[in-house]
């Protein structure tokens, strides 16, 4: 009998090529395992275990009460597209207008709006790796090509000029970085900034993607928006949030600052998959982009007390190599002195089999550095309890010491 074949049951061929989120998955697993009843620790979600501040939900229950419950305009309400273009001249020294703001359900929807407003086959895009795991996959969807430039830990895994320069050809066409950094917690510095900005200045139609996600969650000082150097205003696409420094991951809101053809096209491109942020969540916002930053400072202090307090307990653990991050809750380890070692039938290989291996011998998550585009590193938030996170770095500490 002839075989047959059907298309039902088949994916795209797009879809087939990007991967799932790896601190999702491990997310996953874990509430699995916790549901199966095992005692798990996760440490993979950058989520901040703060409740969203009290003036801020007070915000959220006053627009529901005045019936702030209608479709929105596309990129967002006026009033609070203005408030946050008077937050990104206060607190960064960006001069984007309302026109030229544009709110989404999510940074991450801030994200792929511009990515895919701006690539198209052909096009390179330049990620200073270490990177947030989202970035190569939204690169893909939009039918470019990511081209990682490798920062190892010797150098707070911060690329060089020389890398950046280097990397740049007459197929680059975008370059995005966060800092601070998902993962590494590193933080480029002005002067810095001013070197790179020279270098994209050089080339006619690139452009930059700067998310500053993280921007309050600094212990090093201010965070320096490239955006606000010389010209590069009208090359620089700024996305924020209010997922991290307001413990807002819920509310699902992100916005961009950008040239205003770059944000007209963010709206037009939004305007066909999700239309208008939610309002509830963006008058709430309005509340967090007016507040001084200092109403979320008690938030910075604990996340620093507890970078400090991790650092200690990873300097304990033999054969692993860090930096000492400089902003949000991260560390990413080097932790490929374990590869090759064995527990029983067990062959540690890479990061990934490491992160399996911990979580299976001693049930404490971490992601992979390898989503990160480093497959020599693991990523460990410490957005949790000091009492969770020594128990935590006990275990990591155990399962490692079980390896030889």
């Not at 994200?111 to 701006?118: G, M, P, R, V």
């Amino acid at each position: 009998m002839e075989n047959t074949t059907t298309k039902a049951g088949k994916v795209s061929k797009l879809l087939s090529q990007i991967t799932e989120s790896a601190t999702l998955a491990m997310a996953r697993m874990s509430r699995e395992l916790a549901q199966q009843g095992h005692q798990v620790i996760s440490l993979s979600l950058g989520e901040p275990d703060f409740n969203t501040p009290d003036f801020i939900k007070d915000a959220a229950k006053a627009a529901i009460d005045n019936n702030i419950t209608h479709y929105p305009p596309v990129n967002g309400f006026l009033d609070v597209r203005q408030a946050i273009s008077k937050k990104f001249e206060r607190d960064n020294g960006l001069h984007y207008s309302a026109e030229q703001i544009v709110i989404s359900t999510g940074a991450k929807q801030a994200l792929a709006n511009a990515i895919l407003a701006l690539i198209e086959e052909g096009d390179e895009v330049l990620m200073p790796s270490p990177f947030w795991v989202s970035y190569s996959e939204i690169v893909k969807i939009a039918g470019g090509t990511p081209v990682e430039i490798l920062a190892k830990v010797e150098n707070d895994f911060k690329v060089t000029p020389h890398q950046l320069e280097e990397a740049i050809n007459e197929r680059t066409k975008l370059i995005i970085y966060s800092s601070p950094c998902n993962p590494t917690g590193s933080v480029y510095s002005r002067e810095e900034l001013e070197v790179f900005a020279n270098i994209i200045q050089k080339h006619e139609g690139l452009y930059v993607i700067s998310d500053e996600i993280y921007e309050h969650i600094n212990f090093s000082g201010k965070t320096a928006s490239i955006g606000a150097i010389g010209n590069m205003i009208e090359r620089t696409i700024t996305v924020n949030g209010v997922s991290k420094a307001f413990a807002m991951t819920g509310w699902r809101i992100g916005y961009i600052g950008a040239p205003k053809w770059i944000a007209d096209a963010c709206t037009k491109m939004q305007g066909q998959i999700t239309s208008g942020a939610n309002t509830i969540g963006q008058m709430a916002t309005k509340a967090a982009a007016e507040a001084d930053p200092k109403e979320v400072q008690f938030m910075i202090d604990v996340f620093k007390k507890r970078r400090d307090l991790v650092y200690g307990l990873l300097k304990e653990i033999p054969n692993i190599k860090c930096n000492l991050p400089e902003g949000a809750f991260y560390f990413f380890p080097d932790v490929s002195a374990y590869f090759g070692k064995k527990d029983g039938d067990i062959v540690i290989k890479d990061a990934t089999d490491l992160s399996m291996y911990m979580l299976r011998k001693e049930l404490v998550a971490v992601v992979t550095g390898e989503a990160f585009g480093d497959s020599n590193c693991i990523r460990i938030s410490y957005a949790a309890s000091e009492e969770t996170l020594i128990e935590a770095l006990r275990r990591i500490k155990a399962a490692l010491a079980a390896l030889n």
